[in-house]
């Protein structure tokens, strides 16, 4: 069964798309529950709207 390393995250990054627009925001939380999984800390969260990279566009593509 293949394995996959663990990746220490600086953040989460989530993406919307409408039409052809992309949206990203950055999502971070000092709280270290929110270390694994961000929604253990909803009432600290900081949002970052980010630029999304060239390349995501064809990904997102249908």
Known sequence: MPTQARVLKAAD???????????????????PAAAK?????????AYTAIDTHPTSRPACEP
Do not use: K, P
């Not at 990054?13 to 709280?31: D, H, K, N, P």
């Not at 999984?37 to 969260?45: E, H, K, T, V, W």
């Open 13 to 31: 990054v989530r993406v919307t798309q409408v039409g052809a627009t992309l949206f990203a925001v950055r999502i971070e939380s000092s709280l």
């Open 37 to 45: 999984d961000f929604r253990a800390d909803y009432a600290n969260l």
